[in-house]
């Protein structure tokens, strides 16, 4: 009954929240002058002054912005996003090409961002002022501070440039003709997957390899946070009355670290993990960019550039939608995982 | 105090009280923030860069008085020149000199730095302010938007917002200001929750202060500690993510002294020709490294500054 009424809540939240994000891309696609505004139905065409002034016209672009917004969200609910010049086709097919690309090197770096965090952070504060620690510390204010294009250009140099071991892109040339010949199905979309499910390894490696630069930029950009904070947990909870308790009766030092201390320590590490997974969209816009890999990222990237408004409007809708939805999963697990707090 | 204390000579009474608490607890915050070498070193990094901003006319003389944001460049060729005496840190595409660039960039990162923050805090603190004082239906809508300032993808929206604007430093500033404001908003909120029922706040309205006054004299300084700790921690982030604005080609045009313009102009040259792949490694190198440093030394200021003052953590 109470998780309902909660989930509810949240839902409806979650709807005034996606409202008021369409009002402000909206607000920043206002901000333009109609002829800007009409290049959204241009598409390829070229047209003259007299058919530019008639577009706008046709398209209503010059009527006030309360019916242009209604008119945008009636077209939504119909399930038009309207037409990408930056994909180069209607926004939902453009969106299809580009998350798997995205969505796959999240779900191979996203937890390794977490395990790493996690697992640097209890170790620095068991060993808490030894090497390890030191090296934690140094290696979470480094990661903290470094530019996110400098060291994705600096991995590219080092790694491609001098040693030529791994390119940017998501396949190798030979693999490309692979993939888009015949016999080769896509199940996913998934390049790792695709390929091991076409008994392709060779592909999927090939992808694979592909992934490694991308992925060791974000683990040591992202886990810096989470160790961190793991860190500063675990030091909290290595210092309670239970712990002391757990030594005194005899426990071994691994049972309590590993069954008292860090299952309480990750409590906070949980919420930011899930608020990372969200923000990990702005790493992506860059590493994308700079490993030339065809996703989300890189398309945002370039949408903005030319204000492509339609790609724009329908990923922030996306990225806001799916920062909901992680927030109210997180608060769900905390909930599961500290029967202290209750969903109110 | 104790008697022993009351019979010594008058002047070490007042010697005593003259210290007074709040001098106190500054000299103990002070005493401990220079015990910690990590905030030394911190402190180093950003005096050396603020003598390198102040002294910029010095060690690097510009060329237009006018202008001394631009660099001076020599000839138009493509080709980026590795360090030399005449340009320490090389030269870029179009022969612009990288040294001259770092060093009057140094000035715009303190600039990025300190008016993003500074506004970011102000109306963080404001609608915060509003929002935790009066609860209600004003809490609610105030929170609702920075629940959805808190949705929105930083990076994406922020890109659209400098196009639209026109690009330039001057656009990603704004556009920073405008959305990065939301966690201070929340900070301040949840401690004036905590102080709005106390007693000596009840007490103050009671004895018909007026709400201005409650909040500038009251509540305020006694809550503003929590966002200034978050604050001074923000700094290199602001910068980061400024810099990461220039380096997607949002920044000022090619040849401005800005650190994330001058990557950005470099991007192009990270793999050398056949037979000396690392032929330009300075371009990209020298600038980032730079960048990493300033934001490092934030960073470990920032760090310093919480663990003296976070009464959560000092007495550790």
Redesign the interface.
């Known amino acids: 009954m109470g998780l309902l009424n909660y989930l509810i809540r949240r839902l409806l ?1 979650m709807v ?3 409202f ?2 369409t009002i ?2 909206f607000s ?2 206002m ?2 002058p109609p002829g800007q505004r009409v290049a959204i139905y241009l598409q390829d065409e070229r047209v003259n002054a007299e058919q530019f002034e008639a577009l706008i016209e046709k398209y209503g672009l010059n009527d006030p912005a309360p019916v242009q917004y209604a008119r945008w969200v009636k077209s939504v609910f119909k399930g038009d996003f309207g037409f990408s010049v930056t994909a180069q086709a209607p926004v939902v097919d453009g969106f299809k090409q580009y998350f798997p690309v995205t969505l796959e090197l999240v779900l191979l770096s996203g937890p390794l961002i977490i395990l790493v965090g996690i697992l640097l952070g209890s170790a620095a504060a068991v060993n808490k002022d030894k090497p390890i620690d030191h090296f934690a510390r140094i290696f979470s ?2 990661g ?7 060291l994705g ?2 991995l ?2 080092i790694f ?3 040693f ?1 071991l791994f390119e940017p892109g998501i396949l190798s040339n030979e693999y490309r003709d692979v993939f888009f010949s015949e016999g080769f199905k896509s199940f996913t979309g998934l390049l790792v997957i695709d390929g091991i499910l076409n008994n392709r390894w060779d592909v999927a490696a090939d992808a694979f390899w592909h992934l490694v630069l991308p992925t060791i930029n974000l683990v040591i950009l992202s886990s810096a946070l989470i160790m961190r904070l793991m860190r500063s947990s675990m030091l909290e909870s290595l210092g309670q009355d239970y712990i002391r308790t757990a030594l005194a009766k005899g426990a071994s030092k691994k049972v309590i670290i590993a069954k008292h201390a860090r299952r309480n320590a990750l409590i906070p590490v949980v919420t930011i993990s899930g608020l990372m997974m969200a923000g990990l ?2 790493g992506m ?2 590493t994308e ?2 490993f030339s890999r065809p996703g989300i990222g890189r398309w ?2 370039q ?3 030319r ?1 492509d ?1 339609p790609a ?1 409007m329908f ?2 809708l996306f ?2 939608g799916v ?2 939805l992680i927030n109210l999963v997180v608060d769900i697990i905390y909930a599961y995982i500290d029967p202290r707090i209750r969903l109110a | 105090m104790s008697n022993e204390q009351i019979d010594k000579a008058p002047e070490a009474i007042e010697m005593k009280s003259k210290q007074h608490p709040k001098l106190q607890e500054f000299l103990f915050s002070l005493k401990r923030f220079l015990k910690n070498p990590l905030s030394i070193i911190g402190l180093t990094i950003i005096i050396s860069f603020a003598l390198i901003a102040v002294f910029a006319p010095i060690i690097a003389p510009p060329y237009k008085t006018d202008n001394p944001y631009q660099i001076p460049h020599k000839g138009w060729a493509q080709e980026p020149q590795p360090p030399s005496v005449e340009n320490p840190f090389g030269t870029m595409p179009e022969q612009y000199d990288i040294f001259y660039g770092m060093v009057w960039g140094t000035r715009n990162a303190f600039k990025i730095g300190f008016s993003i923050v500074f506004f970011n805090l102000i109306i963080g603190l404001a609608l915060g302010t509003i929002a935790g004082y009066f609860g209600g239906i004003v809490d609610e809508i105030i929170m ?2 920075v ?2 300032f ?8 922020a ?7 026109g690009r330039g430093l001057q656009s990603i500033i704004i556009v920073m200001v405008v959305l990065g404001w939301r966690q201070y908003a929340r900070i301040i909120r949840s401690e004036i929750l905590v102080l709005r029922d106390k007693d000596y706040i009840q007490a103050a309205r009671a004895s018909g202060a007026s709400h201005l006054r409650v909040i500038f004299s009251h509540i305020l300084p006694n809550s503003i500690y929590s966002v200034l700790i978050v604050a001074s921690m923000s700094v ?1 982030t602001a910068i ?2 400024a ?2 604005l220039s ?4 920044g000022s045009g090619v040849g401005y002294a800005d650190w ?1 313009q001058i ?1 950005s102009t470099c ?1 192009n040259y ?3 020709p056949p037979g000396n ?2 032929a330009y ?1 300075f371009l ?2 020298i600038p ?2 730079v ?2 440093l300033f ?2 030394g934030w ?2 200021l920032g ?1 310093a500054v919480r663990d003296v003052f976070d009464p959560k953590m000092r007495r550790k």
């Open positions: 939240l005034v929240i996606l008021g994000v402000v891309v920043i696609m901000m333009l204010i480094v903290y501070s470094l530019p996110t294009f400098w250009l600096i590219l140099m491609y440039g001098y030529g969209m702005a816009v860059i960019t700079i945002m990237a949408a903005s550039l204000l408004i724009i990923n922030v990225l806001s920062y909901v | 609702r938007i629940d959805l808190y949705a929105l993808p930083f990076l994406v929206v890109m659209a917002l400098v196009v639209a604007l290199g980061l993510t810099a990461a380096f997607l080609g949002l994330g990557v991007r990270i793999v050398g792949r690392l490694w990209v190198f980032g490294f960048i990493s934001v490092l960073n470990l760090d």
